[in-house]
Structures are given as C-alpha cells and as structure tokens.
C-alpha cells in the first residue's frame, strides 16, 4: 500500500524559505517519477517540480532558481527546498507518485496515481 505523508508547511512571510518533506511507504522515491504539486484557493492543481529515478529534475517557470526538489534514499523522503517565497506561492502543497513511469516524468497531475493529503504554505508581503 503506497502512503505520502507531507510535512514542513508553514507560514512565512515574503522572501522567507521552507523545506517541505514527503515521507513514502509502498514505494521508493528512486524507483519512480515523484513531484510536488500545488493548488492555491479556486485555481487548478498546477506542477511545481517533478524528479525521476536518475535524480534529474524539472521545473515549473514560476519557481526556476528559487525551489529544489531532492530526495533522500535511506529515508525514502522526497523534499522541496523552496527560499525567496512570495505571497503567489500561497497553496496546498502536495506530494505524488506516479509509479507507471521512471524517467520522462510528466509535470501534469492526472499522470500521478498516489497522492499525499497536502501540507499548507502561506506567504505573507
């Protein structure tokens, strides 16, 4: 049974940094596309970076340069490393797993199939 339990949410105010985690059982973050998605109050879910199994990762444009997703073998953690926040990176965070692909890792949600419950970010300017 795969499990993504997020942490590391918080409220910051603008310019600050958090570091999200994503905690997996039922499978390994080296084994399979993982990403970080995103979804602020009445917009879509959105791709913010995804990772595949050679640790190549992608980014969304908005967040080039300010986010780093990682991930850490012996805890089977994925993270997302996110400095300079401003207020438009105000969302549900949220941990997935696509577990039919290893590499050419798609940044869109529907590809994803195990989902973890969100963790919340709030910037404030």
């Known amino acids: 049974q795969v499990q993504l339990v997020e942490s590391g949410g918080g409220s910051v105010q603008a310019g600050g940094s958090l570091r999200l985690s994503c905690e997996a059982s039922?499978?390994?973050?080296?084994?399979?596309?993982m990403g970080w998605f995103r979804q602020a109050p009445g917009k879509e879910r959105e791709g913010v970076a995804v990772?595949?199994?050679?640790?190549?990762?992608t980014y969304a444009d908005s967040v080039k340069g300010r986010f780093t997703i990682s991930g850490d073998n012996a805890k089977n953690t994925l993270y997302l490393q996110m400095n300079s926040l401003n207020p438009e990176d105000t969302a549900m965070y949220y941990c997935a797993a696509d577990v039919r692909r290893n590499w050419h890792c798609l940044e869109v949600p529907w590809a994803y199939n195990y989902w973890g419950r969100g963790t919340q970010v709030t910037v404030s300017s």
């Open positions: 039922g499978v390994s973050y080296s084994r399979t596309c």
């Open positions: 990772i595949d199994v050679e640790g190549e990762p």
